[in-house]
């Protein structure tokens, strides 16, 4: 001990020089050796997360091109469905125009849409500000015209005529025209009925604005043969590629199985360094990447979606690729490519100089160097960490790394983006499974197991007589806020929603990522979910629709849970009898004119928490034994004494009728709570039950 002291001492004050040197020489080793290997722990950690990362970007990245597709054509097919479209009724028609208009106003990525028919007519409705400016001042009209509609109607005889409107569809002015205008010429029309499977046609030049672009557009499959289609001129086109790239110097674009680029963030370029017009298209050599050829052919012969490549100068590319569904036959698909060594050069770049700098720190003093050694190591310990975190799909808020070495610094600013990143592409697909894939580093691949899951199924009473007769786009936009406020609510109490069927919702706990607590949770939600739409119900009054009145149904049991469907689609949802329960449970609130029933086994899991009334006992078809179905009232610890009471007076009621049936006791019982509480909907249905069979004993029997 003294002599260790001694040598510490006198390492400290300067003497020995011998000592002094093994001293340094070990932290020269031991420091420099920590240095080296938390950079290669970052860097390998990065790579591999860069190499999955980009993958599930390009994953993403298509998902939200072909979204944009989507929304289209489910609007091109509403449109197409139209009575008026089907027989070109297009004279003079302010119910058609209106519902024109509406659609390009859901859709700012539209520019346009028009019907092209067999005999010439045509219809055409314009956005004018989604233009370049030039347009508008072409056309040489009103700062109050906001949409331009054109209107050839061969049928009616009448004369083409350009008509401008102001954003509430109040004509400002009108001029004769286009004469020599043929739909059936363009080049939207003549490939619809080459190839119908096909959804994108272009870029080519627009006749109206003399701007490229592309056109989605569908055959009309019923009434006068024609084409309904709609625009998306190439500024906006390369706007929505360009925020689709990742990173400083990544690349999102599309290209089609003849290795032709069909977009790119700077697709006016391109098209415009095409030697005399040659081609249509530029090819992908056009972006100057030698290497990256041979991937797009390998990715054509069914190689692996992610793959590595390097460019002329030596410099290693990551990409992958992902097919656009809305593409069709055309085959048309998002490759996603960005440098490996954004992910990590920092890191590299800077290696050498932080050794040159251990080295002179350690040389010119100790304490110095302990200072020094401790300022680097603790931030990049962090960095490190949380770079793992990232790779486990941790990516909960974390403060900015900060260091007073610049190269740390933006080191720290690096991770930070880097998990900023990840968290928006997150919000697009449910983070538990991607978690899990990530986790385990498994694939999605068919097949359930079995486990115990918390189903929620929810229903909106006499919703087809609330909306039958209501404008079909009215109902879809007000049934998607109903939607998004019960599953905000369901979510928020780490539900996974599974699917809408028609105006229900059918929800589970428990799955893909345990939780203890799930019973509860899904009672929570459920309360939640009530409030919620109370509160829309509100809004929806004020804007004179009527209001959505949801009945719940809640079990929890085992069921096989994963994935169903093809190879290509699947499904992750639940399947089983207790899934088959919980719906059952929800149909039957209309019997009793309750909101929420629950099963025995619910209400034992969280009678501790929740307050509950027995309704009946009831075996419903398929299930051996009876089931016990409670009202869910709302949380214990908030409700008042007065409820409490009435639900525990309920209870020995229904006891009395459980045990004793229609006796005298139970129904004097049954009669003394309905003095008590004449609107009770369940004690009501239960007096009516005993009343039915007093007057139809043999059937009671």
Known sequence: MTGDGTRKQIFRIGFQTSIITVFVAVMLIVGLTLVYLSFERVTVITRAAASGFIEKVAQLGADHVDEQFKNVRDNLDILSGLPSIQEAEISDNSRLYSLMAAMLRINPQLFNLYVGYEDGSFIEMDVIDRAKPAFRKSLKVDEDAAFRLVVIS????????????????????EVAGPAGYDPRQRPWYVEAFKNDKTLLTGPYIFYATGEPGYTLRTPLKEGRHGVVAGDLLLNRFEDMLAQQKLGQSGLAFLFNDSGRIVGHPEMNRLMAEIPERQDDLPHIGALKLPGLVPIIRSWREGGPDQQFFADASGRTYVAAVHRLETAGSANVRLAMIAPLDEFYARIIQERRTLFAL??????????????LGSLMARPLRNIVQQTDEIQRFQIAERPRIHSAIAEIEELGRSVFTMRSVVRSFASFIPRQIVRKLI???????????????????TDVADFTAKTERADPSQVMIYTSRYFAALSDEIMRHQGTVDKYIGDAVMAFWNAPADDPDHVVHGCHAILACLAANEALNKEFRREGWPPYDTRFGLHVGDAVVGNIGSSDRMNYTALGATINLA???????KNYGTHVLVSAAVRARADHAFLFRSVDSIRPKGFEEAIEASELRGELARADEAEI????????????????????????????????????NIAQYHAERFRAAAKNPGEAA
């Not at 385990?440 to 486990?451: D, K, N, P, V």
């Not at 709570?673 to 009770?680: A, E, G, Q």
């Open 154 to 173: 061969r049928t009616a005889g009448a004369a083409p005529v350009t008509q401008y409107l102001s954003e509430n569809l109040i004509q400002v002015a």
């Open 358 to 371: 251990a080295l002179a720190f350690v040389g010119a003093t100790l304490p110095f160097a302990f200072w």
């Open 439 to 457: 986790e385990t580093g498994s694939s999605l691949s068919l097949g359930g197991a079995r486990r115990e899951v918390t189903v929620l199924f």
């Open 583 to 589: 719906s059952r449970l929800e149909g039957l609130n």
């Open 645 to 680: 009471v009435m639900c525990r007076r309920w209870d020995e009621v229904f006891g009395s009728i459980a045990l004793e049936g229609a006796s005298e006791t139970a129904l004097v019982r049954l009669s003394g709570f309905l003095l008590d509480y004449p609107k009770d």
